[in-house]
């Protein structure tokens, strides 16, 4: 798939997953030419749902993509924290009204497929060069350029490079060199058409059910025709040093002492695919120069704060930003400035999210005595508003749109 050939692009994104579309799509709002390079055959997500915090839809909403989002996807009522052994509610966040005053914007849970098939599009119309079938294996840079080459022998001469090509990223080898972090938790994730889930109470809500070294998530999708689930749990395989950790019969026994309704979630999950769970250390370094790197690519994350689309979304909107105060202080880009400028805004914020979520994890997960202490505090406060500020309210990306110059046309 390749749209409107350039010979010299201005930028390179590696990588078309959610994080490298918005980086793409950011910088053509910008007026920059882009190509963007993805090893697949042909563009497409894998997965089900993900969750959409305010952080997020107010820079879908500044792209002018909310409304499509928001019609793809559900706006739930609550995200509500019960305990998987007794279903009691624990703690809540109601996402409504006050929730959406407050921060500005809604909360949507949405196909993770949607969302990608939303931003694709986004980057076809506004002049993205996108290329399939282009698996890069290392990029190289000098004082005036970069250079991507791919498996098979071709070369991407570019301005700059973003590296968005994910968890295993090619790129972060020579920027980080670090390895990825296995958790030793595995998810097993389903939909199900909604009359199969009828009986099912709370399918307004994204519910959230934690039990020891186990959590079950759960939310409609796609105009509430269909229900999402995600059981995730620590293996006792990968404990023992299993190649092959996270079986199905780790599965069950997991969610075994469970409530009924708990049990009943986890009938609906698929047991063809297990995904293991992975992040990496913070780093202190993104790239520099001309080249860096963006999404997972940059801070992978566990999934308990649903952050994980939600700050490659943020890298996006900040680099956009940046862009624009380059331009309104002159016709030339200073592409390492806009390096340095971007890592530096951005590094603190996602090494902080990436601990945090490790941290809630284990807060979820808890058992023993360390569960009812959670759960003593929690009936203390059940009522979440407020204690989300740090996540939702007053992003990087938020102080800098308040100075934000307006969007250039985009070229031909």
């Known amino acids: 798939m390749v749209h409107d050939v350039v010979a010299h692009p201005e930028a390179v994104v590696v990588g078309g997953g959610i994080g490298g579309l918005a980086t793409a799509l950011a910088l053509r709002r910008r007026g920059r030419a882009v190509r963007l390079l993805e090893q697949a055959d042909e563009f497409g997500e894998v ?5 959409l915090g305010p952080n997020a839809t107010r820079i879908l909403d500044s792209w002018g993509l909310l409304d499509a989002v928001r019609a793809a996807g559900v ?24 929730f959406r005053e407050r921060y500005g914007a809604p909360y949507v849970v949405i196909h993770r497929t949607d969302l990608h098939r ?27 350029g970069t250079r991507v ?19 295993r990223s090619a790129l972060r080898d020579s920027i980080v060199g670090d390895d990825v972090v296995a958790s030793g938790f595995v998810a097993f994730r389903g939909t199900v058409p909604i009359d199969e889930a009828r ?20 939310y409609r999708l796609r105009g509430g025709s269909v229900l999402n689930v995600v059981a995730t749990f620590r293996s006792p395989g990968f404990d023992r040093g299993d190649a092959d950790y996270g079986t199905t019969a780790e599965l069950e026994d997991a969610f075994a002492a469970c ?36 999404g997972d690519a940059a801070h992978p994350m566990l999934q308990y704060l649903a952050q994980g689309c939600c700050q490659a979304l943020e890298d996006a909107r900040t680099l956009e930003l940046i862009l624009g105060e380059q331009d309104a202080a002159g016709p030339t880009t200073d592409w390492p400035e ?24 284990e807060v979820c997960h808890a058992g023993g005595a360390a569960r009812l202490l959670r759960n003593e505090l929690l009936a203390l406060a059940p009522d979440l508003t407020g ?18 110059p307006a969007e250039p046309a985009l070229n031909a």
């Open 338 to 361: 806009v390096v340095r400028r971007l890592t530096q805004a951005r590094i603190p914020r996602a090494a902080q999210v990436q601990r945090r979520a490790r941290t809630f994890g």
């Open 75 to 98: 706006e739930p009522g609550r995200l509500v924290l019960r305990d998987a052994t007794t279903d009691a509610e624990l703690a809540a966040l109601d996402l409504r009204g006050t």
């Open 118 to 144: 939303i931003l694709l599009e986004a980057c076809a119309d506004a002049g993205v060069e996108l290329v399939t079938g282009a698996q890069v294996t290392h990029a190289t840079q000098d004082a005036h």
């Open 149 to 167: 080459s791919t498996a098979d022998g071709r070369t991407v001469d570019a301005d700059v490079t973003f590296g968005a090509d994910g968890l």
């Open 47 to 51: 997965g089900a749902g993900l969750q």
């Open 259 to 294: 409530h009924p309704r708990v049990r009943a979630a986890v009938a609906h999950v698929g047991r063809q695919r297990r995904w293991p769970l992975f992040d990496r250390e913070p780093a202190d370094r993104w790239g520099s120069g001309r080249t860096v790197l963006v």
């Open 387 to 404: 204690y989300t500020d740090w996540l939702y309210a007053g992003t990087v990306a938020d102080r800098l749109g308040d100075r934000a």
């Open 199 to 218: 009986s099912e109470s709370a399918l307004d809500d994204v519910v959230c059910w934690v039990a020891p070294d186990a959590h079950v998530v759960q």
